[in-house]
């Protein structure tokens, strides 16, 4: 028997050794696999439309003076898909806008944001100005044929102006929008204001522009020739 002190040690460490690499292996076959990589959320569905509705106007349809969301291509939105209409509503108000501003870019309106159906809200700013109206009327009738022989919808908002234009003015001005609506048979809204204008409450501070509550009144005055022209433009 060998008895060095250093050899018994070296042989108590090859014997723990011997019992520690089985046990080791044992370990690491028992360990549970990795856990596999989780998947990456889904993205939300990209929202499927039927059709694209463009509100074209000045400031009262851009939503001057209150939230983007609160104008009333905004809240039309939300009461179509809320009913289940699956329409968007495109904004493309342009506050100071005038029927002629109008007429120069309603191309780019039909190339780029390629409309359905177009509710024309313009006018306003023509009469404010005193704008002859013989010139209102050749814009929105060229507005209109424009819209038309492109195969679209179009509603048109009727404007009335102040009693300070004098009379005569305020005649002619209320007389275009039902001739030019009649001449190309779209749908005609007689007073896009109706209900809002001349009510304190529904009014921002200048008068002019609807508040938030001023604009769901709106909504309920267009939403009714809002959904014919869906109706319309399924049966094309």
Same mark, same amino acid.
């Given at each position: ?39 990456? $959320?889904? /993205? ?23 939230? &983007?969301?609160?104008?009333?291509? %905004? +809240? ?30 309603? %191309? ?23 704008? %002859?109206?013989?010139?209102? &009327? ?21 404007? +009335? ?19 030019? $609506? /009649? ?17 304190? &409450?529904?009014? +921002?501070? %200048? ?23 869906? +109706? ?5």
């Amino acid at each position: 028997m060998n008895n060095d002190p250093c050899y018994h040690r070296r042989t108590v460490r090859l014997k723990w050794l011997a019992l520690a690499i089985p046990f080791s292996f044992l370990f690491f076959s028992c360990s549970p696999d990795p856990p596999e990589p989780t998947a990456a $959320a889904s /993205a939300p569905p990209v929202p499927v439309y039927e059709g694209t509705i463009v509100a074209v106007g000045n400031s009262l349809t851009a939503g001057l003076g209150v939230d &983007e969301k609160m104008a009333y291509p %905004d +809240q039309l939105d939300r009461r179509l898909k809320a009913d289940g209409y699956h329409f968007r509503v495109v904004n493309a108000g342009v506050s100071g806008e005038t029927s002629s501003g109008a007429l120069a870019r309603i %191309d780019w309106v039909i190339d780029s944001l390629q409309p359905d159906i177009v509710i024309l809200e313009t006018g306003a700013n023509d009469g404010l100005r005193g704008i %002859d109206p013989g010139l209102l &009327e050749g814009n929105l009738n060229r507005l209109v044929e424009r819209l038309t022989t492109q195969n679209i919808q179009v509603i048109l908002a009727g404007m +009335q102006m102040l009693p300070n234009l004098g009379p005569d003015y305020i005649r002619a001005f209320a007389d275009i929008y039902p001739r030019i $609506a /009649a001449k190309h048979g779209v749908l005609l809204i007689p007073f896009f204001l109706e209900g809002v204008a001349g009510r304190h &409450e529904l009014n +921002q501070d %200048d008068r002019l522009h609807p508040t938030a509550k001023g604009y769901a009144r709106i909504v309920e005055t267009l939403y009714p020739a809002v959904v014919t022209a869906i +109706q319309r433009h399924h049966l094309r």
